[in-house]
């Protein structure tokens, strides 16, 4: 275990310099600045904006799940993930097609009605799942009940 | 003061989902996915730029078109992987004390150097493929200079956290009988549930905790904490009351802090119920993100995937000849060079050179085959073309055909204007000086009057507008 630690930290070290032998010798200095700017900011939305945001989410969802059946929470759950994933990924798309595209074969497709389209459906599946999970509880309680507290 | 503060965020960030089993499931992912970038990222790099020598396979025709399609989907799956192993690791941010001396302030540097160069090279390869550079550095070389820094950093950080991921490998390792994680201190991980020896004895750690003591951290995060958790209450007997009990499978956080339903009976399967189902949603989650977003994207370098290609960057069967286009005629500056009825391509070799006209291309006698044009963004697509072969042409001006080539395109500039080819490529009986494709001669913005196709090469090196062919050796 140790040697093995010693052998992947060192070896890991090496790799690391060699990239950076290649920043500094493929890339002119004040570009460097410019890397290391977009590196710092990286790091400053991932710690101050996206950790926070990810906290809060995660609460809200933790006490929604107090009143939700399990899979209605997961069905959400899954629901707000992958349309946050698809909206980091689209929202951009539609900035650089804005900004503009270099020819028609390029970004060819209509992405902010796209993206709304399918955003529209993850909230429908949600709406879905909570009215069903709500109807049932109403029908069934003693039944929530006696399951969670054996 | 910032004790309180690190100690507070580490309550809100409790969760079954945040602690080392999780981080080493992610990673694993998260691991084998960059390690696919980088391979496949590295052989793009090589094609471009090879090292002095270096020869590179022609068969299968497919290969590039496959290496690279991987890379960008590999690439898009990163981005929900990445997010969900930032999420399991998210207490290490608030670990207390925030240093404990030199070693550790090194190793959380190299994790900043590793979460830093990951997203900036996820978002910029992203973006890359947009075709919008908003960043002031260059791209390829900094892609490529940050794919070392990226691997290496992981390399590292395997190494300094080994007994960590030995320990929690197996999921049977992870978890007791009734699901719920077990804490090995002696690993030493920034993850594990805080224990009683910090300020705040939260629960998940010690399931016994008396129930009298409150769990929650003082003032505001407290609160919120017992707003999000209700009124779980201290008085064990009121448990049987709350209906809500459904166990919460909840997400990107969810609930180890659940400190009042700790004290509820059975308190051990129950917590671990609710843990099970919390991992299980997290699961879920992440998969349907990752899923997801493939599955509406690889449709651009997939034809299996193709009619669901929802977001991607480039549509097959779009665009002149039926095939997309990265650089116009126009954009190149060869409007007027292109279309001027006395083109000719002029062919160097060792001892004789001779200018063709279209005409003269076509007395040569000429082939199909069929090659994928596939682009270093990922898109790619099969096409038919039919043009002179290499080999014919090359002798044509009594050159060998296992020749290493200069080929010059008529554009003005261009970081492609010149692009080598090695003899690998000359030799092979499919690489042709194309002169149609899908049937019909091509466009413009495809290189007309005559454009370069082999067999696995990146989209940049087959050259549009050829004005000259020259053996160098």
Not at chain 2, 191 to 212: D, K
Not at chain 2, 333 to 353: E, H, I, Q, R
């Amino acid at each position: 275990m140790r040697a093995a630690r010693i052998v992947l930290v060192v070896l890991g070290v090496l790799v690391i310099a060699f990239g950076a032998t290649v920043l500094v010798t493929t890339v002119r200095p004040n570009r460097i600045w410019g890397l290391a700017t977009w590196l710092l900011g990286a790091v400053v939305l991932h710690d101050v904006v996206l950790s926070p945001f990810v906290v809060g989410v995660g609460l809200l969802l933790r006490r929604a799940g107090r009143s939700l059946r399990a899979w209605v929470l997961v069905v959400v759950q899954s629901a707000v993930v992958l349309g946050s994933v698809l909206a980091l990924v689209v929202v951009p798309e539609i900035a650089a097609k804005a900004h503009g595209q270099k020819n028609p074969t390029v970004l060819p497709f209509d992405y902010t009605t796209r993206l709304l389209v399918v955003e529209g459906v993850l909230l429908a599946v949600v709406v879905v799942a909570l009215v069903v999970g709500v109807v049932r509880a109403r029908r069934t309680p003693p039944l929530v009940a006696s399951t969670t507290n054996q | 003061m910032l004790r309180r503060l690190l100690l507070d965020a580490r309550a809100a960030m409790a969760s079954p989902n945040r602690n080392a089993r999780s981080a080493v499931v992610w990673g694993r992912l998260l691991g084998v996915a960059f390690l696919v970038c980088f391979v496949t990222g590295v052989y793009s790099h090589l094609l471009q730029d090879p090292l002095p020598g270096m020869r590179f396979p022609t068969r299968p025709v497919q290969l590039y078109q496959f290496t690279q399609g991987l890379h960008i989907t590999a690439g898009i799956a990163i981005i929900p992987l990445l997010l969900a192993k930032l999420n399991a690791v998210m207490p290490a941010l608030a670990q207390v004390p925030p240093v404990r001396g030199v070693l550790h302030l090194l190793e959380r540097l190299s994790i900043a150097v590793l979460v830093a160069s990951a997203l900036v090279q996820v978002a910029t390869g992203l973006v890359n493929t947009y075709q919008w550079y908003p960043w002031p550095f260059p791209f390829r070389q900094v892609h490529n200079a940050l794919a070392y820094v990226i691997i290496g950093s992981i390399v590292l950080h395997v190494g300094v956290q080994l007994r960590i991921i030995a320990r929690y490998w197996r999921a049977r390792d992870s978890y007791d009988a009734e699901g719920r994680f077990v804490v090995d201190p002696s690993v030493g991980s920034e993850l594990l549930p805080p224990t009683g020896r910090e300020a705040h004895p939260t629960a998940g750690a010690s399931a016994a905790a008396v129930p009298t003591v409150g769990p929650y951290p003082r003032g505001l995060t407290g609160r919120v904490l017992r707003w999000v958790d209700g009124p779980a209450a201290p008085a064990s007997g009121a448990q049987e009351a709350a209906p809500d009990a459904a166990p919460t499978g909840d997400g990107p956080s969810a609930d180890a802090t659940d400190a009042g339903r700790a004290s509820r009976p059975s308190t051990e399967a129950t917590t671990g119920r609710r843990e099970l189902v919390a991992r299980r949603g997290f699961v879920a989650g992440v998969t349907a993100a990752t899923v997801g977003v493939v599955a509406l994207t690889a449709g651009q370098s997939n034809r299996l995937l193709e009619p669901l290609n929802v977001f991607g960057a480039r549509q097959r069967h779009v665009g002149p000849n039926a095939l997309p286009v990265n650089r116009t005629a126009r954009a190149a500056g060869v409007l007027a060079s292109a279309t001027a009825a006395d083109w000719t391509l002029t062919v160097v070799g060792p001892d004789v050179t001779r200018s063709f006209s279209r005409a003269e291309l076509v007395a040569l006698g000429t082939d199909t085959a069929e090659l994928p044009i596939s682009c270093v963004e990922g898109w790619s697509q099969m096409a038919s073309w039919r043009g002179v072969r290499m080999r014919d042409l090359l002798a044509a001006v009594q050159a060998d055909p296992a020749s290493s080539l200069r080929i010059t395109s008529l554009e003005r500039s261009g970081g492609y204007r010149v692009t080598e080819m090695g003899p690998e490529y000359a030799a092979d009986p499919t690489t042709l000086v194309a002169l149609e494709v899908n049937g019909a001669t091509l466009d413009l913005d495809h290189g007309f009057p005559a454009r370069v196709i082999a067999p696995g090469r990146p989209g940049v090196l087959q050259t549009k507008w050829i004005g000259k062919i020259e053996v160098i050796r």
